[in-house]
């Protein structure tokens, strides 16, 4: 039968843990939410750029067959996520019902042009790129121009760097925050029983067999943390699909995976290396710096 103080020792050794697999939790939950943040920030980001388009206006000498097979042609470019073909008769019949009159009574003639709207896959739409297109585009023997906002472009591009910068700063601080905050309670944990590890060196066990009980128990504490901040993160991920459907947070299964094993190493690494190096720092200290 298991005495006062054995019963005692017990449920304060278990307190430890949950409070360690809390803490760590907790932080791994921040760390999931920033994870979440910047994997869902690139997808925003590649969506408004692939609804940047660039127009090519076609000559009038150009015929259908010869529309037929550069429309087929631009198709099945790198650069090209779709296009959309919109005929002079089209073009003409769009303007008159923005301008609320038919102004070819006026004219007596459409000059408008044949035009092809390329969206561009989001790794194009950049001012280099474009221009490059423009150029490509300004030389192909069926066009007569090419048109598309120069401004927005830059814009674009200047601020998704601008709020990449930042975002990219705000996960080197978070994280961080999260290896302190981490670190700090495993060494907690093990500053509890830095006498044993000082009577196991004593008697002659190696520095390598003592700290390996150390380290399994703590990755054991951090993949329970994981899992306990992962089912938060899918709590926050199931309302924030209610929320914003259209961002397809259930159904992008890649950010998922790699939300899911980022959760997961980061747990692995960070209490590794923290209860090596805590394990290190008592094995290292005298008998007497241990009351310090």
Same mark, same amino acid.
């Given at each position: 039968?298991?005495?006062?103080?054995?019963?005692?020792?017990?449920?304060?050794?278990?307190?430890?843990?949950?409070?360690?697999?809390?803490?760590?939790?907790?932080?791994l939950?921040?760390?999931?939410?920033?994870?979440?943040?910047?994997?869902?920030?690139?997808?925003?980001?590649?969506?408004?750029k692939?609804?940047?388009?660039?127009?090519?206006?076609?000559?009038?000498k150009?015929?259908?067959?010869q529309?037929?097979?550069?429309?087929?042609?631009?198709?099945?470019?790198?650069?090209?996520?779709?296009?959309?073909?919109?005929?002079?008769?089209?073009?003409?019949k769009?303007?008159?019902?923005?301008?609320?009159?038919?102004?070819l009574?006026?004219?007596?003639?459409?000059?408008l042009?044949?035009?092809?709207?390329?969206?561009?896959?989001?790794?194009?739409?950049?001012?280099?790129?474009?221009?490059?297109?423009?150029?490509?585009?300004?030389?192909n023997?069926?066009v007569?121009?090419?048109?598309?906002?120069?401004?927005?472009?830059?814009?674009?591009?200047?601020?998704?760097?601008?709020i990449?910068?930042?975002?990219?700063?705000?996960?080197?601080?978070? &994280? /961080? #925050?999260?290896?302190?905050? %981490?670190?700090? @309670? =495993?060494? $907690?944990?093990?500053?509890?029983?830095?006498?044993?590890?000082?009577?196991?060196?004593?008697?002659?066990?190696?520095? &390598? /067999? #003592?700290?390996?009980?150390? %380290?399994?128990? @703590? =990755?054991? $504490?951090?993949?329970?943390?994981?899992i306990?901040?992962?089912?938060?993160?899918?709590?926050?991920?199931?309302?924030?699909?209610?929320?914003?459907?259209?961002l397809?947070?259930?159904?992008?299964?890649?950010?998922?995976?790699?939300?899911?094993?980022?959760?997961?190493?980061?747990?692995?690494?960070?209490?590794?290396?923290?209860?090596?190096?805590?394990?290190?720092?008592f094995?290292?200290?005298?008998?007497?710096?241990?009351?310090?």
């Open positions: 039968m298991p005495s006062k103080f054995e019963t005692y020792q017990k449920r304060r050794l278990a307190s430890s843990y949950i409070s360690v697999v809390i803490s760590i939790a907790l932080v939950f921040m760390v999931g939410i920033l994870g979440l943040m910047l994997l869902k920030s690139a997808l925003v980001a590649n969506r408004v692939e609804k940047v388009a660039i127009t090519l206006f076609l000559k009038d150009v015929t259908s067959k529309i037929n097979g550069f429309k087929a042609s631009l198709q099945k470019e790198n650069f090209t996520k779709r296009i959309i073909y919109t005929s002079k008769k089209q073009a003409a769009q303007y008159s019902k923005e301008i609320g009159e038919d102004f009574n006026f004219l007596g003639e459409n000059p042009k044949n035009g092809i709207d390329i969206y561009l896959k989001a790794d194009f739409v950049t001012p280099g790129k474009i221009e490059e297109l423009e150029t490509k585009f300004l030389k023997a069926f007569a121009d090419v048109s598309y906002d120069k401004l927005l472009i830059n814009l674009l591009t200047k601020n998704i760097k601008k990449s910068f930042w975002l990219l700063i705000l996960s080197g601080f978070v &994280g /961080f #925050i999260a290896i302190i905050l %981490i670190n700090s @309670s =495993i060494r $907690l944990s093990i500053y509890s029983k830095r006498f044993n590890i000082k009577t196991m060196q004593m008697v002659g066990a190696t520095k &390598g /067999f #003592i700290r390996k009980p150390f %380290i399994w128990q @703590s =990755i054991k $504490l951090g993949l329970v943390a994981a306990i901040a992962l089912l938060g993160l899918a709590v926050v991920i199931y309302y924030a699909d209610k929320f914003a459907p259209s397809g947070f259930l159904k992008d299964y890649i950010s998922l995976a790699y939300l899911t094993g980022g959760v997961l190493l980061t747990a692995f690494i960070i209490t590794w290396l923290s209860t090596f190096f805590a394990t290190q720092r094995l290292n200290l005298r008998t007497d710096e241990l009351y310090y």
